[in-house]
Every structure is written in structure tokens, then in C-alpha cells.
């Protein structure tokens, strides 16, 4: 079955820079899409970034434009999130999602378009 990993979440100063890391494994993703989503206490799930395995098409979120960049590892089969400029309204638990087959650009931010989810890794900013 499909398995998502997130790593890379901690504890980082206002400012400072962390890199999420969301390694799949147990299907065949080069017609997938790959969604980062965030979710903060008291707040709805928010839509960061996502990219497409087969091509390298990529969206990003209003929130973290400029500041977050989304890619494709290959070595080890992950995509991730290098997180710059980061302040403490970025602090949220962190998930990846994964879309198997086909999807459109316009439904990437949708939560509900996903199929598979991982646990989710906390990235807590400081002031």
C-alpha cells in the first residue's frame, strides 16, 4: 500500500530555514501529484505547495510565495518543502499528500482531491 513519510520538522528561530522531506513508497507515482498542507491549531488545513512527479509543474500557496520551494528529490524518491524566511505564523504541523493518476492543476490546493496522507511532522517558529 501507499506509505508517506514526512521528516525534517523542529524547532527553528524567526527568520531561520527548515527542509521537509515527503518520501512515498508502495505505488507508482510518476502520474501523481504531491501536495504539502499545513494545519495550525485552531485553524482550518491550509494548502501550501504541491508538484507534479511526472513533469515538475508546481504550485504555491499565497501565504509562502517567495519564501517556500517545492521539489522533486529522485534519489530518494521524495518530494520536498525548503522552507525559508520562516515566521512564527508558519508554525503548524506539516502533511503530505499524494493524487494518484490524473489530476488537474486548478484542484491541486483541494485537500479533498488527495488520496493518501502522511502523519504529518510539527515545525514550530520562535520569535
Known amino acids: 500500500q501507499v506509505q508517506l513519510v514526512e521528516s525534517g520538522g523542529g524547532l527553528v528561530h524567526a527568520g531561520g530555514s527548515l527542509r521537509l522531506s515527503c518520501a512515498a513508497s508502495?505505488?507508482?507515482?510518476?502520474?501523481?501529484?504531491v501536495g504539502w498542507f499545513r494545519q495550525a491549531p485552531e485553524k482550518e488545513r491550509e494548502f501550501v505547495s504541491a508538484?507534479?512527479?511526472?513533469?515538475?509543474?508546481?504550485r504555491v500557496g499565497d501565504s509562502v510565495r517567495g519564501r517556500f520551494t517545492i521539489f522533486r528529490d529522485d534519489t530518494r524518491n521524495a518530494v520536498d518543502l525548503q522552507m525559508n524566511s520562516l515566521k512564527p505564523e508558519d508554525t503548524a504541523v506539516y502533511y503530505c499528500?499524494?493524487?494518484?493518476?490524473?489530476?488537474?492543476?486548478?484542484?491541486?490546493?483541494?485537500?479533498?482531491?488527495?488520496?493518501?496522507w502522511g502523519q504529518g511532522t510539527q515545525v514550530t517558529v520562535s520569535s
Open positions: 508502495g505505488g507508482t507515482f510518476s502520474n501523481s501529484v
Open positions: 499528500a499524494v493524487r494518484t493518476g490524473r489530476i488537474i492543476m486548478e484542484v491541486w490546493s483541494h485537500q479533498t482531491a488527495y488520496d493518501y
Open positions: 508538484l507534479y512527479w511526472g513533469g515538475g509543474s508546481t
